[in-house]
């Protein structure tokens, strides 16, 4: 009973719980089957946006002057493909050992010559090596400020002078629509979340500055885990001075990765900047 209490505590922000969400052999297959359908926006965005973010991105950074591309967090290479499709040079990292295979299947059959690394972008250490850099789907915000920056330095470190990083984040709108709510749900053939029969219990929280915690305690007949995921929301003047402190120029401020503008009650915020 005390181990149950002490997982349903509010945690302090950012802090990581013992399970890795992204990398869950059970859920990753739940999340690939997210990102291969285009009507489920939870782990990419639909197929018409990405075709839509595709050719923003030749119009940004035309494959003549930015051969060399790096798609961070690239899951089963969504983005990868069209943009080899594109006759760019493409490499993509992913720590999601089942997308990662998945891409490379892909990669195969469709005979795309796609670098594709089971890594954690948190250990990238390339140097000098791209012309753009791609972090997409809000990834940066579901970083501690101390990992943000760390992955800004490493991304800014991997590009060439004059290269570029597209990246998006969650703004200000999106967080005044988070609702805090605390539920329950009771999965007899199981679900997202464990193949076995659980109960979930599920919290939303807002913290202060922005940050949001979505947490999952799932319990089986055997075990407890808990799932955390972090936001933090930004405005512009806040992502300008966490991209601008670690060194890169912005070039642009758009709505979203499509190079949308102009919409006042955008969900995100996506910047062009440069090294
Ligand atoms: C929200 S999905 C976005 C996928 C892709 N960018 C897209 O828009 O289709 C986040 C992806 O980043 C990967 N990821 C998260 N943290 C990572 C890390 N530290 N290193 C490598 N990949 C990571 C996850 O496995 C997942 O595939």
Redesign the pocket.
Known sequence: MNNFLNQLRVPSRFEQADNAF?QNPYIAKQLLKA?LNSDNEG???SFSFIDKSIDFIQQIAPQKSYQKVLDL???PG??CERLAKKNYTVTG????EN?IRYAQEQAKKLNFDIDYRY????ELNDSNNYDLALL??C?YGALAPVDRSKLLFNIWNSLKNGGQLLLDVFSQNKFDQFKEEQYWSLNENGGFWSKDSYVAIGRNLKYPDRVTLEQTTVVTKDKMETYNIWHQYFTKELLIKEVTAVGFTVKEIYDDVSGQTGNGGSETIALLLEK
């Open positions: 992204w990102h782990a990419s965005r967090g690239c899951g969504l983005y990292i992913d720590f999601s997308s890594e954690n972008y948190m997409i789907y990834d």
